[in-house]
């Protein structure tokens, strides 16, 4: 049974960091792609890192610069560090898991909330 669970969400003013943590229960972790999405209310879900097996690295426009993804494969685990945090980065955050060329291997997280307000 697979399983991702995110961690490390809370509320933060305005410049301040989180740190996020997703601790996956897959067979064979260093194979899947890792990435992070978001969701705030009215908004559609939308991708805010990803890194892959070998490790190349997406993010959005909107948050170069201030997140860094990470993985640490031996700990199944992957990072989002968030700083010089703005509200409109409030939203649930969503770690997913993806199989490259296997698209029957998706798995999703439950979501943590991250709040950023003064």
């Known amino acids: 049974q697979v399983q991702l669970v995110e961690s490390g969400g809370g509320l933060v003013q305005p410049g301040g960091s989180l740190r996020l943590s997703c601790a996956a229960s897959?067979?064979?972790?260093?194979?899947?792609?890792m990435g992070w999405y978001r969701q705030a209310p009215g908004k559609q879900r939308e991708l805010v890192a990803a890194?892959?097996?070998?490790?190349?690295?997406n993010y959005a426009d909107s948050v170069k610069g201030r997140f860094t993804i990470s993985r640490d494969n031996a700990k199944n685990t992957v990072y989002l560090q968030m700083n010089s945090l703005k509200p409109e980065d409030t939203a649930l955050y969503y770690c997913?898991?993806?199989?490259?060329?296997?698209?029957?291997?998706?798995?999703w997280g439950q979501g943590t909330q991250v709040t950023v307000s003064s």
């Open positions: 897959l067979r064979v972790f260093s194979i899947y792609s």
């Open positions: 890194i892959t097996s070998g490790g190349r690295i």
């Open positions: 997913n898991a993806r199989r490259p060329l296997r698209p029957d291997d998706d798995y």
